[in-house]
């Protein structure tokens, strides 16, 4: 597979890195076995956040033996120095390890953010700290705002980048990438299923692949089918075929811009509305799974809930794609509430 320098970092790594939120969502000894078949497939970049749950104690579970011979990634959402410090205590412990190779400010997609960071007391503090004294190895950051993240670039303080990017999010071409491969910071992309939008993953991964300015791609991988799948996908070649090229036309055409990425970022709504789960239910859940037993009980169950939405904004302020979310809640609300009552009635006929 092919390898490629991240950046300044000067770190060796595989162009496909792990990318560890899914093995939250199995058991640990699944979790570990994906990571596991990871390594022995020679990927050597795995990332995780503290705020993937048990994902970063599991990938220490499962490369402590080995963990000299791989690069560990983890972030941290807090703000400011006190709490980032008390974090990075945790990711440590929790991953096995004395040092951090790339620690990440997690989602600084606002200039609220940035300026509490880099502000009297804020994370960027505690981050020095811990890098003098060897505990963090090289400086990073990750942001869903392309431009943004692109100022932040220009302030010359950070190794690495990661951001999504895919043929539906290509705003990153623009200025960020170009920007980061002038002034050598290291590009880690993420996101190159659109969160499981699309309708090919082997051809969204060629997709990112094929780019010449990306250093690792970081999908989530839940199971070993799926880590040998991408690992096949990032040996072979990343020449895009006339039936990858069909298929992202398709995908542009039925999703625009204004798709959800399940990234989660607008929750918690204050109703409880499962946001995410209603904007996909249809056009994700649906179209992959189709009707399977609960599944009109759970229509039911959010097509109610959607109903309690208060117009309160707070999810839409939250949302890194800048989705209109209280438009959309009720048109796909309605849309599920009339796919529900023709289930219903062919149910009645037949
Ligand atoms: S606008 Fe509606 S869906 Fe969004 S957070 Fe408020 S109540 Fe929840
Ligand atoms: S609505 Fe926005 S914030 Fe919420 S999951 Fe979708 S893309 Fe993410």
Redesign the pocket.
Known sequence: MKEAILGRTGLKVKVLGFGGIPIQRVSEEEAISVVRRCYELGINFYDTARGYTNSEDRIGKALEDVRDEVYIATKSGRRTAEELYAELGTSLENLRTDYIDVYQLHNVSSVEAWEQIKGPGGAIEAVYKAYDEGRIRHIGITSHNPELLAEIVKEDIFETIMIPYNYLTPKPEEELLPLCQEMNVGIITMKPFGGGAFSNVNTALKFVLGKENVDIIIPGMMTVSEVEENFQVASGSHGLTEEDLGLIKEDKVELGSEFCRACNY?QP???G?P?TFVLRAESQFLKRMGWRPGTEERFAEVIEK?S?????????GRCPYHLP??EL?PEKTASLARLLKARQASITVT
Do not use: D, K, N, R
């Open positions: 607008c709504c204050p109703q509305i946001i959607a309690t939405c208060v117009q309160c904004g707070e999810c839409e979310i209280m809640l």
